[in-house]
């Protein structure tokens, strides 16, 4: 028995009950859609009318383009979990898990960032404070959220990521600095956290960050660092990291009382 889609296309050019009423091109798959009305010439319904269209693939659409979508999700989850070198202590940390209450500005303007997150119009941010307030909290917030949005995003631990690079050059390395590099390269963004915490931001740790900097500009970054702007001017080397760091970049200040010592003091006092 033929479908009443199939009738359908037969009547439109032989039924007199059936008419076009309306014709377009369909913006989701590109066919051409022919809306019908047509009244029902036999059986119970004999003299009823129904509206129907053709053409249209946008349902087949939809779920390709869904498919596609989970797929996107689910690369850059992995490529996240993958390459990200994070600290155990921020692996559960996001926006709802910080106490905004002590940084409102910071905090607002983190997810200002991730609201207004264009590819098209690169932009980056500078954390910059004493130890434990929130900096790497904030930073990985972003980075897990835009994950949850589509985009691909790297978490990059300074100290571990120089560690790593070292490690590369063993034989037995899993992974090569060409591999890494081009990871951390094509990211639409990266977290470089705790600039200069490894404490030797000169010489070969400098240039091999230097590079990298170098090769992620004009793509979205964001900096976290315990340093104060004195530290970055000491050597050659740091200033010249600082000035590249600061290329089209917003500061966000965070100095205060060590956030990990207030939540831990807190917890303290109420289990007392």
Avoid at 161 to 171: A, D, E, F, S, V
Avoid at 216 to 221: E, F, T
């Amino acid at each position: 028995m033929k479908s009443f889609r199939e009738a359908l296309k037969k009547g439109a050019n032989t039924n007199t009950d059936s008419k076009i009423t309306n014709q377009y091109k369909c913006p989701g798959c590109g066919e051409i859609v022919k809306e019908f009305t047509t009244v029902i010439a036999i059986g119970p319904s004999k003299g009823k009318t129904v509206s129907s269209k053709i053409g249209c693939d946008c349902p087949v659409y939809e779920i390709v383009k869904q498919e596609q979508k989970e797929a996107d999700q689910a690369r850059m989850k992995r490529i996240f979990k993958d390459y990200s070198l994070v600290n155990k202590s921020l692996e559960q940390a996001n926006f709802k898990t910080f106490d905004q209450l002590k940084f409102p500005e910071a905090f607002k303007t983190a997810v200002d960032f991730v609201k207004e997150f264009d590819l098209k119009q690169p932009s980056n941010l500078f954390f910059q404070g004493t130890f434990g307030t929130g900096k790497s909290h904030l930073s990985i917030s972003i980075s897990k959220a835009l994950v949850a949005r589509g985009y691909s995003s790297i978490f990059i631990s300074i100290p571990k990521l120089l560690t790593k690079i070292r490690g590369t050059y063993n034989n037995h390395s899993e992974v090569t600095e060409e591999q890494l590099v081009k990871a951390l390269y094509a990211a639409d963004l990266v977290v470089f956290d705790d600039i200069g915490a490894e404490g030797d931001l000169n010489g070969w740790s400098a240039q091999k960050l230097f590079e990298l900097l170098d090769q992620r500009s004009g793509k979205h970054n964001v900096f976290t660092t315990n340093l104060q702007s004195d530290d970055f001017e000491a050597t050659r080397d740091r200033a010249r990291l600082f000035s590249r760091i600061m290329e089209n970049t917003t500061p966000v200040i965070m100095n205060g009382s060590d956030y990990r010592k207030r939540h831990f003091l807190k917890e303290g006092k109420e289990s007392v």
